[in-house]
Nanobody
Framework: QVQLVESGGGLVQAGGSLKLSCAAS????????MAWFRQAPGKEREFVAAIRGSSRNTNYADSVKGRFTISRDNAKNMVYLQMISLKPEDTAVYYC?????????????????WGQGTQVTVSS
């Protein structure tokens, strides 16, 4: 069982930056692929970024490449999402997710563990 708690959301102007954090419980954190998804009002949840456990290989949605960076600290059971050059269309609730993933990592159904979400609002 993995429990996830996100933090770091807030209100920021377009062009600004935010860093989201996700604290995970569990002894085998380093085995899990960690990901960030987001859901804007009236839209489906979408993949943002993922990072593998041991290899730390990363994957990003095209819409955030070059602006967002996912990282993890296995010693602290933490995963982060650094966001720069934020746009109003980045406004959403951001969710941290964990799963033992093989293959494609951008399908939300592959992640059994989810946090409660943190709101990110980007004003124009």
């Amino acid at each position: 069982q993995v429990q996830l708690v996100e933090s770091g959301g807030g209100l920021v102007q377009a062009g600004g930056s935010l860093k989201l954090s996700c604290a995970a419980s569990g002894r085998t954190f380093s085995s899990y692929t960690m990901a960030w998804f987001r859901q804007a009002p009236g839209k489906e949840r979408e993949f943002v970024a993922a990072i593998r456990g041991s290899s730390r290989n990363t994957n990003y949605a095209d819409s955030v490449k070059g602006r967002f960076t996912i990282s993890r600290d296995n010693a602290k059971n933490m995963v982060y999402l650094q966001m720069i050059s934020l746009k109003p269309e980045d406004t959403a609730v951001y969710y941290c997710a964990a799963g033992l993933i093989s293959g494609i990592d951008y399908y939300d159904y592959k992640y059994p563990y989810w946090g409660q979400g943190t709101q990110v609002t980007v004003s124009s």
